[in-house]
């Protein structure tokens, strides 16, 4: 994942003052232009528990005369096959990774022919695994790294990245679910984020800290900015309940919000939710420190949904989930660095603009 920061006046210079904008999709080994062919792109990369995705649609390549697609492209397009995009002005880079998860051809007597395709990223590989998993005698990273491996030798993702896992003795194992939401199980007891950037598969704490990726200001790349503060889901306290390897009842809990920096939280602004808990009963933990971890695991994700927004700038590919932004020009509330949770890159006729959704626990 990219982990460098850029400036706004960088981008408008590496980019030719972002005008001219053209992307490539490349499928099957087959590069489709944007200079050269009638399409248009939609990618979404996500880091908020779903997989990442995109969309293209192609007209006016179809040879009336002979009944057939121009250059065999509904040979070329094939279900499963590799699928990249890239994008940008001057300079293009390559935005999205994956395969072709469904085609759609259309004819109509009132519209030129049309195909449709959708890709998805390395996940949805995944989502198609269902054998059980006994990691009895394997620590957690290993377990992860295998699920992720997976997808990389079948040539969906080029590479994998699992952070630090520790805190818990339970061997995994995993039974009737797919590897996907069983890796978002697992993300949400150890606290990380699994998510898929330009190829690469991560499963890691990416919320911890970490410089923003950009800074924007309204009237300077950023059209549009929307901020939302709610109450909805938040607790002061979480607390888990389980029971130890001689069934004797254990528990542990959290109350202070550890991601995203400086801020209020749901409970210091609104200080009656204090008082308010969420307790659960978890199988996996086996002491009274594993039930802290897992209820400052379970804090930190509720928290997380405190502070919401999306805004729109000017297509930028080096954009991407995962990583923070700072958003500048505002009211004294709304200016603050966000954790990126969704980013949308879009090219169509009117050009290229990327929409962006944050998230931040604290306000």
């Not at 706004?8 to 590069?31: C, H, I, M, W």
């Not at 004797?248 to 202070?256: E, S």
Request: glycine share 12%; aromatic share 10%; hydrophobic share 35%.
């Amino acid at each position: 994942m990219d982990k460098s920061s850029y400036t706004f006046q960088s981008l408008s210079s590496k980019y030719g003052d972002f005008r001219g904008p053209a992307f490539t999709v490349k499928v099957n080994g087959k590069e489709l232009k944007s200079t050269e062919v009638p399409l248009s792109v939609e990618v979404d990369l996500c880091a908020d528990g779903s997989a990442g995705g995109c969309r293209f649609q192609l007209e006016g390549l179809y040879d009336y005369g002979k009944s057939k697609w121009l250059d065999d492209l509904l040979k070329t397009i094939e279900v499963g096959c590799e699928l990249s995009v890239k994008g940008g002005y001057v300079k293009q880079e390559e935005i999205f990774y994956g395969y072709v998860d469904e085609c759609t051809v259309e004819y109509s007597g009132y519209a030129p022919p049309r195909i449709s395709v959708t890709g998805i990223d390395g996940f949805g590989y995944l989502m198609s695994c269902q054998e059980p998993v006994y990691g009895e005698n394997k620590q957690a990273k290993a377990v992860v790294q295998e699920l992720l491996n997976k997808v990389v030798s079948a040539g969906y993702a080029k590479k994998a990245t699992v952070g630090s896992l520790s805190g818990y003795s339970t061997p995994l194992v995993k039974e009737k679910v797919d590897d996907f939401k069983y890796l978002k199980v697992l993300a949400e007891r150890y606290g990380m984020n699994v998510f898929a950037v330009d190829g690469e598969l991560i499963f890691d704490d990416v919320l911890s800290g970490g410089s923003p990726i950009l800074s924007l200001t309204v009237g300077m790349g950023l059209m549009s900015f929307s901020r939302r503060v709610g109450l909805q889901g938040q607790v002061g306290e979480v607390e888990i309940w389980g029971r130890d390897e001689k069934q004797h009842f254990i528990k542990g809990g959290a109350t202070r919000v550890t991601v995203c920096g400086a801020g209020d939280t749901a409970a210091q602004l609104a200080t009656k939710f204090k008082k308010t808990s969420l307790r659960e009963y978890s199988e996996f933990v086996r002491t009274d420190q594993e039930c802290v971890t897992l209820a400052q695991a379970r804090l930190n994700a509720l928290a997380m949904n405190f502070v919401a927004g999306s805004g729109t700038c000017v297509g930028i590919p080096e954009l991407i989930p995962g990583r923070f932004i700072e958003i500048k020009g505002l009211d004294g509330d709304s200016v603050g660095t966000y954790f990126i949770s969704k980013v949308h890159h879009r090219f169509n006729q009117e050009g290229y603009s990327t929409q962006f959704e944050v998230k931040g626990a604290k306000a």
